[in-house]
């Protein structure tokens, strides 16, 4: 198996505030990683190192074997990284399917399957787009935007999707409707994903390996079929 990911020896920071530290991890090919921590540790600003919306300062990140450093948030995405950022971010002025489209620029160059059209698999995974796919993204519910934002990321077919706390601030019923989706993702489309989650049971069962941070450092990594999400609660809820 080829690895979609690997990090190597990455550090990050604000100014003169360094916030990661040494981060290294592989990823392969269509498997999950679950990153764990309390708030703080600097989980959202690696996943925002991953996908080039922030510099990293030491270390080196491939994508699909390439070295991507350098490269800028827009080239990343053209490579097959999604993310959907903590907050979700939808353009609140457009409608949903003019949300949708702006995901589909990250295909430029990768041969265009849908002929500039939306993906259908997208509106199978999330019904309810098809219904107010002419409502403007800010007068939709949280979790609205959150399915929003996850079909954003998906219509550009990223090979690795970046997650950030995606039912986080979400009711209870969407949560649901949000993780039956991405265990579709993970299994109908074959996508890597690394998933910032603070529902550890969920993480557990979702993702093949974890990563547990602490003040800017992976402080524990392994599979977790061959732990239980028990054993490194203590290390994320100090
Ligand atoms: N834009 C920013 N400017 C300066 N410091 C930041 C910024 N964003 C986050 N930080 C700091 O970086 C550290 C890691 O934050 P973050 O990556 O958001 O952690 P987490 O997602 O685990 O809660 C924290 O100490 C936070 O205060
Ligand atoms: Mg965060």
């Given at each position: 198996m080829s690895d979609v990911l690997n990090l190597r020896g990455v550090g990050a920071a604000y100014g003169k505030a360094q916030v990661l530290w040494d981060v290294a991890f592989d990823l392969e090919a269509g498997a999950t990683a679950a990153v764990l921590g309390r708030n703080g540790v600097g989980k959202t600003t690696l996943m925002r190192t991953i996908m080039g919306m922030h510099r990293l300062s030491e270390g080196e990140i491939f994508v699909n074997g390439?070295?991507?450093s350098n490269l800028r948030a827009h080239e990343r995405?053209?490579?097959g990284v999604g993310?959907?950022?903590?907050?979700?971010?939808?353009?609140?002025?457009?409608t949903v399917e003019e949300n949708l489209q702006v995901g589909l620029s990250a295909l430029a160059g990768r041969g265009d399957k849908d002929g500039g059209k939306i993906p259908g698999y997208i509106?199978?995974?999330f019904p309810k787009l098809t219904e107010i796919a002419q409502r403007k993204a800010g007068f939709l519910s949280g979790g609205?935007?959150?399915?929003?934002a996850l079909g954003r990321a998906?219509?550009?077919?990223?090979?690795?999707?970046?997650?950030d706390e995606p039912t986080e601030g979400i009711q209870p019923s969407i949560v649901q409707q949000i993780e039956a989706a991405l265990i579709r993702i993970r299994s109908e489309l074959g996508v890597a994903i690394v998933i910032i989650e603070q529902n550890l049971d969920f993480a557990w069962a979702f993702a093949d390996q974890y990563f547990v941070m602490q003040k800017g450092r992976i402080v524990r990594n392994g599979l977790t079929k061959d732990e239980t999400a028990a054993d490194v609660a203590h290390l994320i809820h100090v």
């Open positions: 390439e070295d991507v995405s053209r490579r993310i959907v950022p903590q907050g979700r971010h939808v353009f609140p002025h457009l509106y199978d995974l609205e935007q959150q399915q929003l998906l219509a550009g077919r990223p090979r690795l999707l970046l997650l």
